[in-house]
C-alpha cells in the first residue's frame, strides 16, 4: 500500500519534471538586473544611474522646484540646493553604508510631505496660521536627510555588489547631483520665461496649490502601498 | 499673502538670455542623448563613447536580461498550452509511462550520491546544470571558478515553484548546502561577466533523482 502511494508520487512528478521543461532563472530586469550582474568599480556606469534617480525621480524634482520657487538669485539658490545636497549625500551614504534600510512606502510618505510643507510655506501658510516664518534652511536640511534615506533604501535594493562599493557609491551619489543640476537648469530656464509675466504673482499662488495637490497624491500612494504590499 | 516678494525685473535673467539658454540646454541634451543615454539604455551607440565610458555594455546587459525574461514568459505560455494539450491529448500517456519507470527507477536509491562536473563558459555565455530532486532532498555542494570570476543563480523550479536559493556574482568559488524546497529541477545558471574563458568545477553530495543538464 505505502509502495503505491510512493509511486503513485513518483508518477506525478515524472508529469510535472516532463511538462516544467527548462526555464532559465528568475530574471532582474532593467538598471537593477544590470547593477546585479556586475561587481568591481564602475565610476561612469553608476555616476549615470545616479543622474537618472535624481532626473526621473518626480518627487525630488518637485521639492527642488518648491524650494527654488522663489528664489531669484543665483547666490540663494545655490545655498538652498547645497544644503539640501549635504542633507541628502549624508543620509544617502551613510545609509548605505551601515544599511539603515528604511520602509520605502513610509519614507516615500515623508518626501510626499515634504513636498507638501514646501508648498505651504511658499504660500506663507506658516506665518498667517502660526503667527511665525519656520527656519526654511533647517527645513530644507531636514527634508534633505529624508530624501537621503529614501536614495539609501532604494540603492539598498540594488543589492551592489561589495566589491567596489564605496567607489560606487560615490560616483552614484555624484550622478545624483548632477542630475541635480541638470534638473534645476531646466526648472530655472523654464521659471525664467514665466517670471517674467507680468501675472506671475497670480500663476504663483494656483502653482503652490497644484505642488501641494501633487504632494497629496505623492502621500497617498504611498501610503496606500504600504498597506497594500504589507 | 505668498511668502516671497515680487520678482523685479532687473533681478530676472532677460528674454535674449533665457531663449540662449533654452538653445544650449536643447544641444547639450541631444549630444547627452546620443552619447551616453541611447548606449546606456538600448546598447545604441554611434559615437563609440558609450562603448569606452563602459555603459554601452550597461544597455547589453539591460537588452539581453529582457530578451532573457521575455523568453521566459513564453515558455511559461508554451507550458501551459502544452498542459491544455496534454489533458486532451492521449498519446502522451506513452512519455508519461516512460518518464514513470526512469524515475521511479532512480528513485529506488535513496543512498548519498556524488557527482563532479566541469563547465567550460566562454565570455558573456551563460550555461545551465540541474539536478532533479523531491522536496526534503538535501545536497552538498561546492563550486569553483578558474580563469575569472563567474555569476550564479542556485535555484529551483517545478510544479508550479521556484526559489533562489544563493546568488553570487564575481565569484571564485562558493561551498554549502540545500534543502529542495519542492518537487522539481534544482541547480545552478552561470553566466560569465569577466573577459576570459572561465572553468566551472561543480561538487555535489547528497540526495538527488538525477542530474540534468
Not at chain 1, 551592489?160 to 541638470?182: K, P, R, T, Y
Request: charged residues 20%.
Amino acid at each position: 500500500m505505502k509502495l503505491n502511494i510512493k509511486i503513485f508520487i513518483f508518477f506525478c512528478i515524472s508529469v510535472l519534471v516532463f511538462l516544467e521543461s527548462a526555464h532559465a532563472h528568475n530574471v532582474t530586469e532593467g538598471d537593477a538586473g544590470y547593477i546585479q550582474e556586475i561587481w568591481g568599480v564602475h565610476v561612469v556606469p553608476f555616476t549615470y544611474l545616479g543622474a537618472k534617480h535624481m532626473v526621473t525621480g518626480y518627487d525630488h524634482i518637485l521639492f527642488l522646484f518648491g524650494v527654488i520657487f522663489f528664489l531669484y538669485k543665483f547666490k540663494d539658490i545655490a545655498i538652498y540646493v547645497s544644503i539640501f545636497a549635504f542633507g541628502h549625500s549624508t543620509t544617502m551614504l551613510l545609509g548605505v553604508i551601515y544599511g539603515w534600510g528604511a520602509n520605502a512606502y513610509i519614507v516615500d510618505a515623508i518626501i510626499g510631505l515634504s513636498v507638501v510643507y514646501k508648498a505651504l510655506d511658499n504660500l506663507g501658510a506658516y506665518q498667517r496660521w502660526f503667527g511665525f516664518q519656520p527656519n526654511t534652511k533647517l527645513a530644507t536640511l531636514i527634508f534633505g536627510f529624508i530624501h537621503g534615506t529614501g536614495l539609501a533604501t532604494k540603492i539598498l535594493d540594488y543589492k551592489i555588489a561589495e566589491d567596489g562599493l564605496l567607489i560606487n557609491l560615490l560616483s552614484f551619489n555624484v550622478g545624483v547631483e548632477i542630475g541635480q543640476i541638470i534638473a534645476l537648469v531646466v526648472i530655472l530656464i523654464l521659471m525664467g520665461f514665466w517670471r517674467r509675466l507680468p501675472n506671475f504673482m497670480q500663476h504663483a499662488y494656483s502653482a503652490n496649490v497644484i505642488m501641494m495637490f501633487l504632494g497629496f497624491i505623492l502621500m497617498g500612494l504611498q501610503i496606500t502601498g504600504y498597506f497594500v504590499n504589507i | 499673502m505668498l511668502n516671497a516678494q515680487k520678482p523685479d525685473l532687473t533681478q530676472l535673467p532677460s528674454s535674449y538670455q533665457l531663449i540662449r539658454s533654452t538653445i544650449i540646454a536643447a544641444i547639450s541634451a541631444i549630444i547627452i542623448l546620443i552619447t551616453i543615454i541611447l548606449p546606456a539604455e538600448y546598447a545604441i551607440d554611434p559615437t563609440g563613447i558609450g562603448r569606452v565610458l563602459g555603459l554601452t555594455e550597461m544597455g547589453e546587459i539591460k537588452k539581453e536580461l529582457s530578451e532573457e525574461a521575455e523568453a521566459d514568459r513564453k515558455l511559461d505560455q508554451e507550458k501551459k498550452e502544452k498542459i491544455n494539450d496534454t489533458k486532451n491529448n492521449q498519446s502522451n500517456l506513452f512519455h508519461h509511462i516512460f518518464n514513470f519507470l526512469s524515475i521511479s527507477a532512480n528513485a529506488q536509491e535513496h543512498i548519498t550520491k556524488q557527482d563532479n562536473i566541469e563547465l567550460i563558459i566562454k565570455p558573456k555565455a551563460s550555461a545551465e546544470w540541474k539536478l532533479v530532486m523531491l522536496k526534503g532532498q538535501q545536497v552538498q555542494y561546492e563550486i569553483q571558478a578558474e580563469g575569472g570570476k563567474i555569476n550564479y543563480d542556485l535555484h529551483g523550479h517545478g510544479s508550479g515553484n521556484s526559489q533562489t536559493y544563493e546568488k553570487g556574482r564575481g565569484s571564485k568559488s562558493s561551498k554549502g548546502e540545500f534543502v529542495a524546497a519542492f518537487d522539481g529541477e534544482h541547480g545552478w545558471f552561470f553566466r560569465n561577466r569577466d573577459k576570459s574563458d572561465i572553468k566551472v568545477t561543480i561538487k555535489v553530495s547528497g540526495n538527488y533523482n538525477k542530474i540534468k543538464k
